[in-house]
């Protein structure tokens, strides 16, 4: 099983990225992305139940994120807007085989890609 997180990068206050996790080999339950900004500990940002798609966000970024599924390409998106500098941190795409939103178990991590928000 791999989860491959891309799509992080350098943006201005205000902007738009979109990241990208793809996964290989079997379908999990839920898909989650978590981020984790220096010195703090990683928190939980938004996750999507893979059928019927369900979402759950952490308050501090609904309304500015939308997380995704693509179930034909195995992928699972997450659209942010509207960035803030206090959103720069590396973000990590994970999967469940149980559970939903924030409480499911996370059993498989992809490798984190950096976003930076500039203000």
């Known amino acids: 099983v791999q989860l491959q997180a891309s799509g992080g990068g350098l943006v201005q206050a205000g902007g738009s990225l979109r990241l990208s996790c793809a996964a290989s080999?079997?379908?999990?339950?839920?898909y989650g992305w978590f981020r984790q900004a220096p010195g703090k500990d990683r928190e939980f940002v938004a996750a999507?139940?893979?059928?019927?798609?369900?979402?759950y966000y952490a308050d501090s970024v609904k309304g500015r994120f939308t997380i995704s599924r693509d179930i034909a390409k195995k992928t699972v998106y997450l659209q942010m807007n509207n960035l803030k500098p206090e959103d720069t941190a590396v973000y990590y795409c994970?999967?469940?085989?149980?559970?939903?939103?924030?409480?499911?178990?996370?059993?498989?991590w992809g490798q984190g890609t950096l976003v930076t928000v500039s203000s």
């Open positions: 080999g079997r379908t999990f339950s839920t």
């Open positions: 994970a999967a469940a085989l149980s559970g939903r939103g924030p409480q499911a178990n996370y059993n498989y």
């Open positions: 999507v139940s893979w059928s019927p798609g369900i979402t």
